[in-house]
């Protein structure tokens, strides 16, 4: 079944927000949104670095200081099915900001579906 990316957030939303309370996290959910050339313009110069993870959680885990999550509908992974990234510049970017944020100490990941990002949020605020 077909989840679109904002319909994930929908529902993971409102998942974190029942299980989980007290819990600060926020969506950037710009990339779905129809923008004037002036809103574009200015999402640009107020958020310059391509490939910022969709979901971050503002809550510590063991050594991490948070969770950065960037999500993908099911039908849209970011993995070959032999394992591994797909070719595409995007999620290249994506991974590689990824990658620079677990640098500085997050826990970072692609989730693939609703299922998964449920299971990864679990894994880490339970840690």
Known sequence: MKQPETEIYKALSKYISL??????YRFDFAAG??????QIARHKLLNPHKGYPDLFIAEPRGNFYGLFLEIKASENSPYKKGG????????????????????????????????????????????
């Open 19 to 24: 299980k989980y309370p007290t819990i600060i």
């Open 84 to 127: 591994g990234l797909v070719s595409d510049k995007h999620v290249q970017e994506q991974y590689n900001r990824l990658m620079e944020l677990s640098a500085k100490g997050y826990h970072c990941d692609f989730a693939v579906g609703l299922d998964d990002c449920m299971r990864k949020v679990e894994a880490y605020l339970n840690h």
């Open 33 to 38: 949104l129809k923008m004037s050339v002036g």
